[in-house]
């Protein structure tokens, strides 16, 4: 028990470490800021969740989940890393979960943390990806996880219990998906972290098919990041997280490609010899736990490194969404009423509009159409779940072919985002089909 504690001091220590160096690395320059979001939804273990949204936003933007190291919080990993700073120039927006117990290790553990919807740290998680995923036009297939140390073993977890979610992952400095496992309510597991938990590819690939069993879906890619003088996290586990997610993707052990990106690395590719390539690992020789953490390459990995399409549209800018399949109706239908709640999420320049409507009345609506007028110098760029048309001034909101029927009682959402010049109120009134609808 003594040694278990030493270590888990020494582990701690040598974290401390990690972000101390990483503070070196410039904060972004930019008007945008991390705010702390609370009440994101279901959240037994206590999470804390900072966003970072850039000011320029993708049109359909990325998303990246950057796990905190132990004794680390969410606003260290923002300002020790450059994944803020990249995302003002790509466009995609950033959640940094921050733990709040004692330890500010994540629980990679316990038996509910290694079980999809099981509890713990991964689902609250899960619920600041939805809780951005409701407000912005996430790009589905552009979700991923990166992490180091504690956040790294983070990231091999939510890779597992959430491969329907993220596309890929970037892990600097973990150990395998189950690795850390215990029974005794332990957060610390002295055997894997010394490399002394050794399975055959298969075994390992079965610990994460097991946590979410039955799904038969695409699996995520993984690139993993270790020191070969890993001092707390031994470097056996760099090999061992090789083993399992090349046989999750059910491919040979042998690389594809070998290389060198810079003196003392060695980076081999398997299951194909791209830059997004199913599995990447990089062994850096000679570099401890205390390793640096290269977000640029973790991006080129995950395919965000492309300046979006963030410019204001032109003057004359048709609908950016699709034409109605069929004309709404002219007049309402008897027995209509309707109520609508606005919600705007804005930051410089920008801003985002979630619209809930309301059938208040006793009868289905089957076509519809929402007119608002949006407040001065507000432009809608693009939307979701409704044409739009005019993109500003008087907007008419339509429905499309899967969203056409409000049942009695019933509700559709819709939303948009839109460039703004200072105004980023919302419409003082609305109408369904032509019914003055109340707003809540």
């Known amino acids: 028990m003594k040694m278990a504690i030493r270590l888990w001091c020494a582990a701690v220590a040598a974290i401390a470490l990690t972000a101390l160096a990483a503070l070196s690395v410039p904060t972004p320059a930019s008007a945008a800021a991390l705010t702390e979001v609370t009440s994101f939804g279901t959240n037994p273990s206590n999470l804390r969740m900072y966003l970072y949204v850039p000011d320029r936003v993708a049109a359909r933007p990325g998303l990246l989940v950057a796990v905190h190291y132990c004794t680390g919080t969410g606003p260290a990993m923002y300002s020790g890393t450059q994944f803020a700073s990249l995302a003002d120039r ?101 055997e894997c972290a010394n490399g002394q938990v050794v399975r055959t590819p298969q075994q390992w690939g079965d610990l994460v098919r097991n946590a979410y069993p039955g799904y038969t879906g695409p699996r995520p890619r ?57 599995v990447e690992a990089i062994s850096m020789q000679g570099v401890s736990h205390n390793l640096p953490v290269d977000a640029a390459q973790a991006l080129r990995f995950f395919g965000l490194d492309s300046t979006p399409p963030t410019s204001p549209p032109p003057t004359s800018t048709p609908s950016p969404t699709i034409t109605p399949t069929t004309p709404p109706p002219t007049t309402p239908p008897p027995g209509t009423g309707c109520r609508v709640g606005y919600a705007v999420n804005a930051w410089n320049t920008g801003l985002t509009a979630e619209v809930n409507i309301t059938n208040t009345g006793s009868t289905a609506v089957n076509g519809w159409s929402l007119a608002f007028t ?23 909101a339509r429905n499309v072919s899967y969203n056409a029927t409000i049942a009695a009682n019933g509700s559709v959402s819709i939303g948009f985002q839109a460039n703004h010049t200072g105004n980023s109120g919302r419409p003082t009134s609305f109408t369904l089909n032509g019914t003055p609808c109340s707003v809540v």
């Open 90 to 190: 790509y466009g995609y927006i950033v959640i940094y979960p921050s733990v709040t117990r004692s330890s500010q290790c994540f629980d990679v553990s316990s038996p509910q943390a290694l079980r999809r919807g099981g509890g713990s740290d991964p689902v609250g998680i899960m619920s600041m990806v939805d809780y951005v995923r409701q407000r912005y036009p996430v790009d589905p297939a552009r979700i991923f996880a990166t992490g180091v140390s504690s956040g790294a073993m983070m990231t091999n977890v939510l890779l597992g219990l959430y491969p329907d979610v993220f596309a890929a992952g970037a892990a600097f400095a973990g150990v395998p998906f189950g690795c850390f496992a215990t029974t005794n309510g332990s957060e610390w597991n002295s």
């Open 222 to 278: 993984m690139q993993t990041w270790h020191g070969t003088n890993d001092e707390i996290l031994r470097y056996p586990n760099f090999g061992e997280q090789i083993k399992q997610w090349t046989n999750v993707r059910g491919l040979s052990q042998t690389p594809s490609y070998t290389d060198s990106p810079q003196a003392g690395y060695t980076r081999t590719r398997y299951g194909g010899t791209g830059g997004q390539a199913p």
């Open 374 to 396: 949006l407040p001065g110098g507000q432009t809608i760029t693009n939307g979701w779940n409704a044409t739009y048309s005019p993109t500003s001034g008087a907007v008419t």
